[in-house]
């Protein structure tokens, strides 16, 4: 089996600038778990997953930044920054997954589930 006889076709994509609850609309409207996000050009730039709209702070799942020995939040700033953003963060551009790991449609699927696994993803 490759890529292509798994995969979802036409893929159902949201812009950069697609609102977080557009995006958590579509994916419940249309019954998938995540969807690539493209850039003003029509690229591919993130990907957003169910996983990524889990700790919002809007529904009162956020991560708490300030939890822990008061040292981490120096050593740690960049992931608290970047956990602030996605928890709070208005629009795709803002949430998405990057960097993108992509295969082509004749990837064989033992090639794919590697990829998958190796890099603790769930799409490609």
């Known amino acids: 089996m490759f890529a292509r006889d798994v995969m979802s076709s036409p893929a159902i994509t949201v812009g950069m600038s ?13 019954r998938i778990g995540g969807v690539p996000v493209l850039d003003g050009e029509g690229k591919l730039a993130g990907m957003i997953t ?17 939890r822990g020995p008061w040292w981490r939040r120096f050593h740690a700033r960049d992931t608290i920054a970047r956990r602030y953003v ?3 963060g208005r629009t795709a551009r803002h ?3 990057t960097p993108l790991r992509c ?12 990829l998958l696994d190796t890099h603790r993803i769930s799409r490609v």
């Not at 609102?19 to 994916?27: G, K």
């Not at 169910?50 to 300030?66: C, N």
């Not at 295969?103 to 590697?114: I, K, N, S």
């Open 50 to 66: 169910e996983v990524d709209l889990v700790h919002r702070y809007e529904i009162g799942t956020d991560r708490q930044t300030d």
């Open 18 to 30: 697609s609102p977080v609850a557009e995006v958590a609309a579509t994916l419940r409207d249309h």
């Open 103 to 114: 295969v082509e449609q004749d990837a064989p699927l033992c090639d794919v589930a590697g």
């Open 95 to 97: 949430v998405m997954t």
């Open 86 to 88: 996605k928890s709070h």
